[in-house]
Antibody, heavy 120, light 108 residues
């Protein structure tokens, strides 16, 4: 059974950084893209970026470039997303999700989500 | 950028009823459209991909159709467990990934 388990909620001050982890189970970690998405309170879903664990190659939308770093530990099957220079607008639930099918960017399954709160 | 527009933003229907949610893409995306269900406090769940292919475990009273720019999600024989928000997502390419703004479904 494919499963993604994320780290717990975190509270950060403006200007700080946050690192969220996503441990995977039940499939070959290096064979699928791992995506990061977020959802601000009461809002819709937004893509943060993706990483291909086999090569470490990653990409993200322009709005996150320079602020987001995605990494993986292939020995433990864990992905990480670090977001720097946090502002209150970064307050959101952050999700990791796997490609539903290899090389096709719909998402299944999803992690349970990690609430990141940015507040002074 | 490809924009995804969902309508309505909310709707309600009685148990046993039928609802239809529409999703429009600002450019032709072929069949690269997925639908998700999200219940309060939970992660989204994939319902279908390829505009109309049901994910394993999704009841057959849900169906999807469309191609190009116009898509629909239909739920027949509405059940209490269908109360949720529904999102469409374009996955034509990684650069163009975008979600609709969501539709909140309630039981009347």
């Amino acid at each position: 059974q494919v499963q993604l388990v994320q780290s717990g909620a975190d509270v950060k001050k403006p200007g700080a950084s946050v690192k969220v982890s996503c441990k995977t189970f039940g499939y070959t970690f290096t064979d699928y893209y791992l995506h990061w998405l977020r959802q601000a309170p009461g809002q819709g879903l937004e893509r943060v970026g993706r990483i291909y664990p086999k090569t470490g190659a990653s990409d993200c939308p322009q709005k996150f470039r320079g602020r987001v770093t995605m990494t993986t530990n292939t020995s433990s099957g864990t992905a990480y997303m670090e977001l720097t220079s946090l502002t209150p607008d970064d307050t959101a639930v952050y999700y990791c999700a796997r490609d539903g099918t290899k090389w096709v960017n719909y998402f299944d399954p999803w992690g349970q989500g990690t609430l990141v709160t940015v507040s002074s | 950028d490809i924009q995804m527009t969902q309508s309505p933003s909310s709707l309600s229907a009685p148990v046993g009823g039928r609802v239809t949610i529409t999703c429009r893409a600002s450019q032709d995306i072929g069949h690269s459209l997925a639908w998700y269900q999200q219940k309060p406090g939970k992660a989204p769940r994939l319902l279908m991909y390829g505009a109309s292919i049901l994910q394993s475990g999704v009841p057959s009273r849900l169906s999807g159709s469309g191609s190009g720019t116009d898509f629909t999600l239909t739920i027949n024989s509405l059940q209490p467990e269908d109360v949720a928000s529904y999102y469409c997502q374009n996955y034509r390419s990684a650069d163009s990934i975008a979600f609709g703004q969501g539709t909140r479904l309630e039981i009347k």
